[in-house]
T-cell receptor
Framework: ETGVTQTPRHLVMGMTNKKSLKCEQH?????MYWYKQSAKKPLELMFV???????ENNSVPSRFSPECPNSSHLFLHLHTLQPEDSALYLC?????????????FGPGTRLTVL | GQQLNQSPQSMFIQEGEDVSMNCTSS?????WLWYKQDPGEGPVLLIA?????ELTSNGRLTAQFGITRKDSFLNISASIPSDVGIYFC????????FGAGTRLTVKP
């Protein structure tokens, strides 16, 4: 595997379900990000991790819970989501923080909340 | 603030035509980047611009970093069907800000 991979690619869940999104980067990067992409809106940065430490949380509701066990893996744990949380969730990584280094994106997980 | 205004929102063009899209902001950025997102995929970096006035090409793509550092444009020459997708601009200082995207449709 190369680049940034995300699983699953598609997820349909009910509002009472608990699920997790997984991201893995094979680029030797140190920073990882979660973005939410809704139709016709700019990418919304959710969380930033640098060397496994969370450096940014952009006022994301607590029903989204990130986890970064090491610099190569990033998870987004989901519970009691709302229909408006349906979107494409993109993971990205960069060598260092995005102020200096280019971000490389995964293919995303298309999430539908019923 | 650092919001980016990207236009047009969508374009429908004939194969072979040239395309132009731009991003403007009320804030200054140190770097401008252009990404393309194919259907069902994540954004892929096309061109990065690091200096005001810089003009950079990547094949049929040309992008410029505005002199004021508050804008950038992307041109695609002689469009082909595989140019279809969403093009995003991004401005970078300590973090990245993205435009809402330009959805390009190319009719054969």
């Amino acid at each position: 595997e190369t680049g940034v991979t995300q699983t699953p690619r598609h997820l349909v869940m009910g509002m009472t379900n608990k699920k997790s999104l997984k991201c893995e980067q094979h680029l030797g990067h140190n920073a990882m990000y979660w973005y939410k992409q809704s139709a016709k809106k700019p990418l919304e940065l959710m969380f930033v991790y640098n060397f496994k430490e969370q450096t940014e949380n952009n006022s994301v509701p607590s029903r989204f819970s990130p986890e970064c066990p090491n610099s190569s893996h990033l998870f987004l744990h989901l519970h009691t989501l709302q229909p408006e949380d349906s979107a494409l969730y993109l993971c990205a990584s960069s060598l260092g923080l995005a102020g200096t280094y280019e971000q490389f994106f995964g293919p995303g997980t298309r999430l539908t909340v019923l | 603030g650092q919001q980016l205004n990207q236009s047009p929102q969508s374009m429908f063009i004939q194969e072979g035509e040239d395309v132009s899209m731009n991003c403007t902001s009320s804030s200054i950025f140190n770097t401008w980047l252009w990404y393309k997102q194919d259907p069902g995929e994540g954004p892929v970096l096309l061109i990065a611009l690091y200096k005001a006035g810089e003009l950079t090409s990547n094949g049929r793509l040309t992008a410029q970093f505005g002199i004021t550092r508050k804008d950038s444009f992307l041109n695609i020459s002689a469009s082909i069907p595989s140019d279809v997708g969403i093009y995003f601009c991004a401005g970078r200082n300590n973090d990245m800000r993205f435009g809402a995207g330009t959805r390009l449709t190319v009719k054969p």
